[in-house]
């Protein structure tokens, strides 16, 4: 078995989407773009609570190739995987609305926030268009982000029409989520996905929506970053982060503030007569301050550092915020413990999905064997034999494609 899973390359996808574009409407696309998807360096279940996150942009991208068409619907067809059937759908740009299949109501939303944005509605282009991608999909790395970021980007380049900031770009594709598609996701993976720059991880703001690019990896070609998709995904994600989100308001409210920003340890002794309370409102308070280190430590060019906060951030994961699970910390275990592993922590939502690990190059190989060994160990084979390896480092953000 290879050590890190072989995806489509880039060239392969675009090929596939102009291919299918030919096939199906004739002739040759007249725009593309693309938009990546991501993964979280440091920063966990604190974007709802006012902290800040720090992903970075992965060189993994959803791709759109589309034309212009005479009249006011949109024909669409999708390669991306996991897309429910039928793969290809025709609407009118007169009357979107959510409605089957599911994957269509992110490309929907999309054009009909964009449109409410810029002041076209009822003005928008009919278009043809295909969707190829190599995003992972089902293992956090946001790629329905990828979807809609590339959408919102084909609609400014079909209508030439700009929308006038990469926070008005993400607050659509947010909108889109929450609305088409029912999600009440934040707002991390878009803005990412949308101003994500190579050689850069972004620090996101989630109180006032700014944005600081931080330069990663200092230009070294010696480190990379390593994210192991378990391929499980527990049920328990699904009633425990509301539950999560309820547990913050009422330690917040405890401490009498109005803000995770303006809450300290200190606060938590208010909170020692209620242990689990405690233990949700530390790990918001003390992930915050992490991430700001992280950036700190990445402008340094302190990856010594940046890895013991990744560690730290799992650590908090795992028994203040009970967010991980056997797998997730199997996971990390083994990968702390090889020689070449700065830090490693899960990422994401939680009780399932992927870990992400810094660690120097030539690491790679041994640190995945050891990882399956030690899963076979903990788990079975078959379970060990399903994890999934994908080597990146920080890439760009959404851009149009030159065809």
Do not use: W
């Given at each position: 078995m290879p050590a890190v899973t072989k995806l489509a390359t880039y060239e392969e996808i675009l090929a596939l989407a102009k291919s299918t574009y030919h096939d199906l409407f004739?002739?040759?696309?007249?725009?593309?773009?693309?938009?990546?998807?991501?993964?979280?360096?440091?920063?966990?279940?604190?974007?709802?609570?006012?902290?800040f996150v720090l992903p970075m942009a992965l060189p993994m991208v959803t791709l759109v190739v589309g034309g212009r068409r005479a009249d006011n619907k949109a024909s669409v067809f999708t390669h991306c995987?996991?897309?429910?059937?039928?793969?290809?759908?025709?609407?009118?740009?007169?009357?979107?609305?959510?409605?089957?299949p599911k994957w269509a109501n992110y490309v929907k939303g999309v054009i009909h926030h964009f449109a409410v944005e810029s002041k076209l509605e009822g003005q928008l282009p009919g278009f043809n268009a295909v969707f190829a991608s190599n995003v992972p999909v089902g293992g956090g790395l946001s790629s329905s982000a990828a979807v809609e970021v590339a959408t919102v980007t084909f609609?400014?380049?079909?209508?030439?029409?700009?929308?006038?900031?990469?926070?008005?770009?993400?607050?659509?594709?947010?909108?889109?989520?929450?609305?088409?598609?029912?999600?009440?996701?934040?707002?991390?993976?878009?803005?990412?996905?949308?101003?994500?720059?190579?050689?850069?991880?972004?620090?996101?703001?989630?109180?006032?929506?700014?944005?600081?690019?931080?330069?990663?990896?200092?230009?070294?070609?010696?480190?990379?970053?390593?994210?192991?998709?378990s391929g499980v995904r527990h049920e328990l994600?699904?009633?425990e982060y509301p539950t999560r989100r309820k547990q913050c308001g009422q330690a917040l409210k405890l401490m009498e503030k109005t803000s995770y920003r303006d809450a300290?340890?200190?606060?938590?002794?208010?909170?020692?007569?209620?242990?689990?309370?405690?233990?949700?409102?530390?790990?918001?308070?003390?992930?915050?301050?992490r991430t700001q280190d992280a950036a700190e430590a990445l402008k340094a060019h302190d990856f010594t550092k940046m890895g013991a906060l990744m560690k730290a951030s799992h650590t908090?994961?795992?028994?203040?915020?009970?967010?991980?699970?056997r797998e997730l910390d199997a996971l990390v275990?083994?990968?702390?413990?090889?020689?070449?592993?700065?830090?490693?922590?899960?990422?994401?939502?939680?009780?399932?999905?992927?870990?992400?690990?810094?660690?120097?190059?030539?690491?790679?190989?041994?640190?995945i064997a050891t990882m399956r060994t030690n899963f076979t160990k903990e788990f079975n084979k078959d379970a060990?034999?399903?994890?999934?390896?994908?080597?990146?480092?920080?890439?760009?953000?959404?851009?149009?494609?030159d065809l």
């Open positions: 004739g002739g040759d696309p007249e725009v593309a773009c693309c938009a990546p998807g991501r993964v979280n360096l440091i920063g966990e279940h604190i974007d709802y609570n006012d902290g995987a996991g897309c429910d059937d039928p793969k290809q759908v025709e609407f009118s740009l007169l009357d979107l609305k959510p409605e089957l609609m400014e380049q079909l209508t030439d029409k700009q929308l006038e900031s990469n926070k008005k770009r993400a607050l659509v594709c947010q909108a889109a989520e929450h609305k088409f598609a029912g999600m009440p996701c934040g707002i991390m993976d878009q803005m990412i996905s949308v101003a994500g720059q190579k050689g850069n991880a972004l620090l996101l703001d989630c109180r006032s929506l700014e944005t600081f690019q931080i330069p990663f990896l200092g230009g070294s070609e010696d480190l990379v970053v390593l994210i192991c998709n994600s699904k009633s300290t340890v200190e606060n938590l002794s208010v909170l020692e007569s209620d242990p689990l309370l405690l233990r949700r409102a530390r790990h918001v308070i003390t992930e915050t301050q908090s994961l795992r028994d203040d915020f009970e967010v991980s699970c275990d083994a990968a702390i413990n090889c020689s070449g592993v700065l830090g490693s922590r899960m990422t994401g939502g939680g009780f399932g999905g992927c870990t992400v690990t810094l660690l120097q190059r030539a690491a790679v190989d041994n640190v060990a034999d399903r994890l999934e390896f994908y080597m990146c480092v920080p890439s760009s953000g959404a851009r149009r494609v």
